[in-house]
């Protein structure tokens, strides 16, 4: 989880970094001063792959408008931040930090999907005159310092929406979506789980933070939230050009053809976490049971982290912008309140309230068990040994009387 973090912290540093750049290469290199699109010019969205790091696992995309009359040739790039917001890491952990979008050569894009060994797929769009200005107009209108900044936004404004935004808006009644049914989407869950089947630490980490939002079922423009969706959305979408309708995409062609990394369909790793600490749990259990030793150090660990996990859920459900993290259902097992609850445990204030709230914890616990999944929020695989570990110890304290009502 905190690993996310850090990623996401440094892909924006290296942003931060490919921004400046192209802003130096921008005074030697600056976009000729068009108004307006000749009959020649084309309107095309570009796809690029997922890429090895977490920053780039769900793909990325963007426009581009060529125009042979003019010598133009750029690309618009939507989800660039400025590096120098003052309280820049406090802003992106909240969901605060503003985003905008870039424009600059469709050479300096390419050499950096080329750099990154990311494929790039173009999908040029079956538009008229007016329909490539009115596109035109819109990219112009939207990179004015008045425009250019959005609070991004995972689900529902990326770089992916924004795209799909201005060409739905700017085309308007002369467009037409071909959508399927909206359970052929699943989940915004299913949707991103088969991106971080190579990195299953972000997955778990992903699952531990995202909420009930996340869970609900996608439509066709939901999904689009993925540059992937985007592009067979497009591809089955239809224009009104000149009183015909026709397929909004008049050709496909692959740009950058790298091949995608291969996919593992399934690692280990979190789910042997989650079992090797129900098989610690339960050897400590047997342990004390033999013994009779309560072993309340070990239990005031063990729920001050599963504590503290719960209060990091609940300061980015009440403390961020992040609406995919609202609502999130882990709390049921990684409660906030275990916190003080171990700290008492840890200190020997084991009666009293203290042993009410272990006692009302164990039938909670046994019920989350239970019943987690009747629960409409996924939870990664990993949970449930966790949460049977907590429960397994709230059962032995019950059992073995030291925890009493006062």
Known sequence: ???????????LRRVALTVLLVCALGSAFARPPVTTLSPQATVSVLTCAPGAELYSIFGHSALRIQDPASNLDWVWNYGVFEFDTPNFILKFARGKLKYYVLSYSYSNFYGEYDRERRAIQEQVLNLNAS??????????????????????DFFFDN????????????????????????DDYGSYRDLIDPYCRNDVWADLGIDLLLGLPTDKTADQRGATFLPDELYKALATAKVNTDGQWQPLVRSSQTLLDIPRASITTFQYSPHVLGWAIFGIVALVTYLGFRSRRAYRG??????????????????????????????NLNMLWAVPTHLPFGFALLVGKWRGLSGRYARGMMFWMVGFVATCWLIPQGFHAAVIPIAMAATLRLIWMWYMGRIKPS
């Open 1 to 11: 989880m905190t690993r996310c973090i850090l990623s996401q912290i440094h892909r």
């Open 298 to 327: 070990f239990d005031a660990v063990f729920f001050m982290v599963l504590g503290l996990l719960g209060c990091l859920m609940l300061l980015f459900w009440l403390g961020t912008d992040h609406k995919a993290t609202y609502q």
């Open 159 to 182: 770089c992916s929406t924004r795209e799909r935004d201005v060409i739905a808006n700017a085309l308007g009644a002369d467009m037409k979506w071909n959508p399927l049914q909206p």
């Open 131 to 152: 329909q490539k200005n009115r596109i035109f107009d819109a990219l112009l209108l939207n990179e004015l310092p008045a425009n250019r900044y959005y609070q991004y």
